[in-house]
């Protein structure tokens, strides 16, 4: 499998290519094939989030208010670089994503701008947007059935949902903050992380999302229900800061916190559903891996781990030297791997079998022969014994 | 014991003469064996070949050479890290600000005078209880502090120290145990104001790694030799001692160490990104339950 990572120490990315089992930290174990190092910069220019576009272009963002554009063919070759995004050095970029309706990406940083790339025609100048004047953006998505909506959120900055109409976010819907606590005081805001749930069946103005806060908390949206969230609960002491969809598995959600955890849960219910366990620092980023259900996990004990959605099981750790900031699965051909490896087994055996009964094939007859008189002389003996009674 | 031995002594029902034959055969046989020992310095010393070959035949097992494989040990830093500005720029001497935790007693105060004795260029200012950790560090880097050490006092017994590095973190948590006092240790001499040197040992993991140059970061890069003070941290089995001592070059060979003090023991319990931030790496108690398995 091939697993790619961003290096924030070394401001660089990693191509991880290793077999299924890989485990760094026993020496037995199967070793990563090749831990190779691309597009190196400096820590102050480390790479924050990474997509692909197609299969022909990695766009990252980096700190400092870059966006750099590399060919995913030529060995991440630098193509395009985007500069002067954000503020100031501490506006760093909090979301990148491809929307797959206009097939533009979208990039935002935490004093709300939005910045517009065509990665068709990267000569076009990115075109900058302004979210509605609010707190500290912390996350910002897209919908991915309704090209022009985007929802928004930070600290204290609650839920928004905006449209994009004439390079002009109009807003939608507004979430309303959850009730007053049992001591009559207001619950603090502060949204880590969005995803949409939209489906095709859905009415065009109802709007189901998903978030998890600062606070520990997972709240569900349902615009055609209520303002507030239709589910609240706090699942964990400490704040969560990655949300990801299990996609087949119904009202299930995999998030990370800022401690050790990373966890499934059912944000219906609100319970965990079970833990990934392994890691001994914050985990930064996940991937899922639809085609064969996997995890990838990095963040700040510089482990990249692979984990199996359904079983919770463990089967890459590979040590990378630095924090890694995102992480994404490339390719797992586990099931060609194995399908070859029982093809072989199976070929193997054949022809083991064959040179076998080529050998045997004299030693079987005689054998048989033996047998079968064996079996007349019994039935004489038995024939005899009766004829005396 | 052999057999005829041991029943011998079941035999003898006085239990003053039992003793005494008991310590009678001890005696006998510790002194073969001080004989065997003289003989064999004495034919090592003509020929050391053998103890060479007596040396690599037999190595004790010890939990460090059974240690658990770690992929870190002595793996090169790659990248940059917090703490590369102090290595960068060698003019800029580190600052550091002293406070204890809210309610604090005498002890607390006693331990933060014996920081401020040992690490040069500090500034002890009262814990006031409405600022709580993440403010006081905003405070001194406004100030150009490069580190904040928060004393942890509890029933009247320092147990733990939290070191921040300024501005930008990481956040290091350490429990502190077995604190011998200055006045405790006999003959303890006192330190002067000169910097000491520094010596790190066996911090080889990346983990280590981290926390050696935490404590690299609290000194200036340049020690007064003059000073002849010295000040060690040694790891072993993930326990940090602290000792301070001052040598004397007592003629070409030889070398005298005086004792300064404070003698304690620091166990790394947390490291967090930033201020108080994610956490790097937290200490379970379940990391303890592999005696053979260590981070730092």
């Known amino acids: 499998m091939k697993i790619l990572a961003s290096a924030s120490d070394s401001g660089s990315l990693k191509e991880i290519v290793c077999p299924r089992g890989t485990d760094t930290s026993i020496q037995t174990a199967p070793q990563p094939i090749s831990i190779t190092t691309y597009c190196k910069e400096t820590r102050s220019t480390r790479i924050l989030q990474f997509i692909l576009y197609e299969t022909k272009y990695l766009i990252a963002t980096r700190a400092g208010g870059s966006i750099c554009v590399y060919d995913l063919l030529d060995s991440y070759k630098l193509v395009h670089r985007f500069l002067g995004f954000g503020q100031n050095s501490t506006d760093l970029f909090v979301s990148l994503f491809v929307n797959p309706l206009d097939k533009l990406c979208y990039s935002c940083t935490l004093s709300g701008q939005v910045f517009v790339i065509d990665p068709a025609d990267l000569d076009k100048e990115a075109v900058k947007l302004q979210l509605p004047p609010s707190n500290s953006v912390e996350c910002f998505v897209c919908d991915s059935i309704r090209p022009d909506i985007f929802a928004y959120g930070g600290k204290e900055n609650d839920l928004k949902v905006v449209k994009l109409e004439k390079d002009q976010f109009q807003l939608v819907f507004k979430a309303r903050n959850v009730p007053d606590n049992r001591l009559d005081l207001r619950e603090p805001v502060w949204v880590k992380k969005i995803e949409f749930l939209s489906e095709d069946s859905d009415n065009p103005d109802t709007y189901k999302l998903i978030i998890v806060t600062g606070y520990g908390q997972i709240r569900y949206y349902d615009s055609s229900e209520s303002r507030r969230p239709s589910f609240n609960f706090k699942v964990l002491p400490d704040a969560l800061i990655t949300l990801k969809k299990v996609k087949g598995e119904p009202s299930h959600i995999i998030c990370s916190d800022i401690k050790t955890t990373t966890a499934k849960f059912d944000y219906k219910t609100g319970l965990m559903q079970g833990k990934f366990h392994g890691t001994v620092g914050c985990t930064q980023a996940l991937d899922i891996f639809e085609p064969t259900k996997l995890l990838a996990t990095g963040g700040l004990d510089r482990y990249v781990r692979c984990f199996d959605i359904a079983s919770r099981k463990c089967f890459v750790k590979v040590y990378v030297g630095t924090h890694i900031s995102d992480v994404m699965v490339l390719e797992d051909n586990w099931r060609e791997q194995r399908e070859l490896k029982k093809k072989k087994k199976e070929r193997s055996k054949k022809t083991k079998s064959e040179s076998e009964e080529g050998e045997e094939d004299g030693e079987s007859d005689s054998d048989a022969d033996d047998l079968w008189s064996k079996l007349e002389e019994n039935l004489l003996k038995a024939r005899k014994k009766r004829k005396l009674r | ?296």
């Open chain 2, 1 to 296: 014991m052999p057999k005829s031995e041991s029943d011998i002594l079941k035999k003898i029902r006085n239990k003053e003469l039992r003793r005494k034959i008991y310590a009678q055969i001890q005696n006998d046989k510790t002194k073969e064996r001080l004989t065997l020992r003289k003989e064999r310095a004495k034919e090592e010393q003509a020929h050391p070949e053998l103890k060479t070959k007596r040396l690599e035949e037999n190595v004790p097992d010890t939990i460090e050479s059974k240690r658990v494989y770690d992929e870190t040990v002595n793996a090169e830093i790659e990248g940059e890290d917090d703490f590369d500005e102090y290595f960068k720029d060698l003019e800029k001497e580190p600052k550091i600000l002293i406070t204890t935790s809210a309610h604090a007693h005498k002890e607390a105060y006693e331990f933060a005078a014996m920081l401020i004795e040992i690490f040069p260029n500090c500034t002890f200012v009262k814990r006031k209880r409405q600022y709580s950790m993440k403010e006081m560090a905003g405070y001194c880097s406004n100030r150009e502090f490069t580190h904040l050490i928060v004393i942890n006092e509890d029933k009247k017994v320092v147990n733990g120290m939290t070191i921040m590095h300024l501005p930008k973190g990481p956040t290091f948590y350490f429990s502190i145990g077995s604190l011998v006092q200055r006045k405790q240790i006999s003959g303890h001499g006192r330190p002067t104001d000169h910097i000491p040197e520094l010596i790190l040992n066996n911090f080889t993991t990346r983990l280590g790694k981290t926390v050696s140059r935490l404590f690299q970061s609290l000194l200036p890069h340049k020690p007064e030799f003059k000073g002849r003070q010295v000040i060690t941290l040694h790891n072993q089995r993930d326990f940090i001692f602290f000792r301070m001592h001052r040598y004397v070059f007592k003629d070409n060979e030889r070398v005298g160490l005086q004792e300064l003090g404070p003698e304690f023991t620091l166990r790394l319990r947390r490291i967090q990104n930033g201020i108080k931030e994610e956490v790097d790496w937290e200490f379970r108690p379940d990391m303890d339950r592999d005696k053979k398995k260590f981070y730092l």
